[in-house]
């Protein structure tokens, strides 16, 4: 059976810490790994990561992909009270007529940085 | 096992037809939401709702209907207005609507696609 499992659940940090959230996968027929951010409604989207050892970063945002190991991680430098927010770790693999495939979620990690 | 089922997995129907996408949750949650995924796109809100017998529109809710009859089931049904029905559709729930501290659990998705 497919799953992502991501750690820790929670987290409790003060501002200007460094953060790593981790998340890892079994699927059959990976395709990619995508980390969302969940602060509103719809969580938003922040990386796609489908080759190993590649880092994507974006600001004080950093992910990068193990796909010998099936893991990834989420890296957030500098934190602030604005990162306060559940980070959702998606999987899609390669499905019938999908060129997306499908997504499969794990629980999330909810981030709380103090001032 | 507590969670969410979504079904069919797979879906087809002709252009001008309707059709309903089942959603079903067993967390005893009161909040549950619609969700559409297409590539290269983050997850966009359709609808969601809040408690029985009440939902709100979302980002994208034309062409869209629901119902909330029953706390456990929130059924999407895509008409026949909905000028680009083929996705990725996630039904998710949560304890509340507390967005920043109640995680959201998702189902497995329905892919749903036009012929």
């Known amino acids: 059976e497919d799953k992502v499992v991501q750690s820790p659940l929670s987290l409790v940090v003060h501002e200007g810490d460094t953060v790593t959230l981790n998340c890892s996968y079994e699927v059959t027929n990976f395709r990619s790994l995508l980390w969302y951010k969940q602060e509103k409604k719809a969580p938003t989207f922040l990386f796609m990561l489908t080759s190993s050892g590649i880092e994507k970063k974006s600001g004080r945002l950093s992910s990068i992909l193990d796909k010998k190991e099936l893991f990834s991680i989420l890296n957030i430098t500098a934190t602030q009270t604005g990162d306060s927010a559940i980070y959702l770790c998606a999987v899609t693999n390669l499905n019938y007529g999908g060129s997306q495939g499908n997504l499969i979620f794990g629980k999330g990690t909810k981030l709380s940085v103090k001032p | 096992d507590g969670g969410i089922t979504q079904s069919p997995k797979y879906l087809f129907r002709k252009e001008g037809q309707n059709v309903t996408l089942s959603c079903e949750q067993n967390?005893?949650?009161?909040?549950m939401y619609w969700y559409r995924q297409d590539p290269g796109q983050g997850l966009r809100l359709i609808y969601y709702?809040?408690?029985?017998?009440?939902?709100q529109k979302g980002d994208i809710a034309e062409g869209y209907s629901v119902s909330r009859e029953k706390k456990e089931s929130f059924p999407l049904t895509v008409t026949s207005a909905q000028k680009n029905p083929t996705a990725f559709y996630l039904c998710a729930s949560s304890i509340g609507l507390a967005v920043s501290t109640d995680t959201q659990y998702f189902g497995p998705g329905t892919r749903l696609t036009v012929l």
């Open positions: 709702s809040q408690i029985v017998n009440d939902f």
């Open positions: 967390l005893n949650h009161d909040a």
